[in-house]
C-alpha cells in the first residue's frame, strides 16, 4: 500500500516561507512522476508542481519564481520550497502521483496571512 505523508505547513506572514516535505513508502519511489498539490477552502484540487522520474520539474504560473521543488530519491522524499508567501497561497498542500491513483495523505495546512 502507498502512503503519502506531508509536514512543515504552519502560519506565515505574506513574504515568508515554508519547506514542506512528503514521505513516500510503498513504491519504487525513483519510477515515479510526482507532484505537489494545494485545495483551498471552496475551491477544486489544484496541480502545483510536478517531478518527472528524470528530474524534470514543472511549475503552475501562480508559483513560478516563488516555489521550488526538489525530491531525493534515497531518502523517498519530496520536498517544495516555498518562498515569497502570498495569501492566496492559502491551503492544504498535498503529495501525491502526478497521474494520481490511491489514497490520498492528510495534507498539511499552509495559512498566510498578515
Known amino acids: 500500500q502507498v502512503t503519502f505523508v506531508e509536514s512543515g505547513g504552519g502560519f506565515v506572514q505574506p513574504g515568508g516561507s515554508l519547506r514542506l516535505s512528503c514521505a513516500v513508502s510503498?513504491?519504487?519511489?525513483?519510477?515515479?512522476?510526482m507532484a505537489w498539490y494545494r485545495q483551498a477552502p471552496g475551491k477544486r484540487r489544484e496541480l502545483v508542481a510536478d517531478?518527472?522520474?528524470?528530474?524534470?520539474?514543472d511549475y503552475v504560473n501562480s508559483v513560478m519564481g516563488r516555489f521550488t521543488l526538489s525530491r531525493d530519491d534515497a531518502k523517498n522524499t519530496m520536498y517544495l520550497q516555498m518562498d515569497n508567501l502570498k495569501p492566496e497561497d492559502t491551503a492544504v498542500y498535498y503529495c501525491?502521483?502526478?497521474?494520481?491513483?490511491?489514497?490520498w495523505g492528510p495534507g498539511t495546512q499552509v495559512t498566510v496571512s498578515a
Open positions: 501525491h502521483f502526478l497521474i494520481p491513483r490511491g489514497s
Open positions: 510503498g513504491v519504487d519511489f525513483s519510477r515515479n512522476a
Open positions: 517531478i518527472t522520474g528524470g528530474g524534470v520539474v
